[in-house]
């Protein structure tokens, strides 16, 4: 990877912009290219042999954009390591927040390097896509259901390996939306020695409840892990969260209330949320009242 420093690279990865998205995705050549081009640092893989294999570029207000990879070498991890690239250009631009226009497809790649999806699809160039924004070293506010789900979705896809939810109920309508649910059968089945440990502060509302978080629990028992909190002092606890062994949280100071505090990049304050989550979980009880359901 490197950025592009003369007309050389320039114009090779104009060649391959237009290779995929102009001949393969049927994108009007005349929207491919447009002014932010001048203005933008873009950055190029090139092989073994000096061909260009990826591509993309991000603007002066942190929009990342136009990022390609030759269809022969998709698959290689070569899109995350182009966008590692753009973010460490942003990073060296001093660009904290930066954001993207992702094609629906390629979600997955951006929620895993701490991208939040916002707002309604829209399409762009004839193809669907959803605005996505990253917050480097800060936080930001969860204001309803729709950006709770979006941020879950984030912090689930950007771990590693450790996620702990403290939470009173499984929060209905978050942990049984059908993208959330996706996101944990996704990680919990491609994470080597992932984990999901789940501290309830009602197990007894879940278990008349049921929610298709505990059937894939059951599903993947050596993954998910429920405890109950039992200390007077721990059920007393009024909050919720969700942490992630990547940097990321969303923290809700009434666990009744859908709003709070978020981030995918702020390492510090996540260790804090683990390390106050492991006394807790150390001290409570195992749902064995889950197992017994069959569900």
Known sequence: ???????????????????????????????????????????????????????????????????????????????????????????????????????????????????????????????????????????FAVDDMEAAVDTTVTLIASARRRLWLRTRDLDPGLFDHPDVLAALRGFSTSARGASVRILLQDPATVQRRGTPLLALAQRLPSVFELRAAVDPVDREFAGAFLVNDAGGFHVRTLGNRIDGEAATDLSGRARQLAQQFAPVWERSRACSEFRALGI
Not at 4 to 29: K, S
């Open 1 to 139: 990877m490197r950025l592009v420093a003369d007309a050389q690279d320039l114009a090779a990865a104009y060649a391959l912009r237009t290779c995929v998205f102009v001949e393969e995705q049927g994108v009007p050549a005349e929207l491919e290219r447009d002014a932010f081009d001048a203005l933008s640092r873009h950055v190029l893989a090139v092989d073994a042999e000096g061909d260009a294999v990826a591509t993309g570029r991000i603007a002066p207000d942190g929009r990342i954009g136009r990022l390609a990879v030759r269809a022969d070498r998709r698959g290689r991890g070569i899109g995350e390591a182009m966008l590692r690239a753009l973010l460490d250009a942003a990073r060296d631009a001093g660009l904290a927040t930066t954001y993207l226009h992702a094609q629906l497809q390629a979600m997955q790649l951006y929620a895993r390097a701490g991208f939040v999806a916002e707002g309604p699809r829209f399409e762009e160039a004839g193809i669907l896509h959803r605005t996505m924004r990253r917050h480097a070293g800060s936080a």
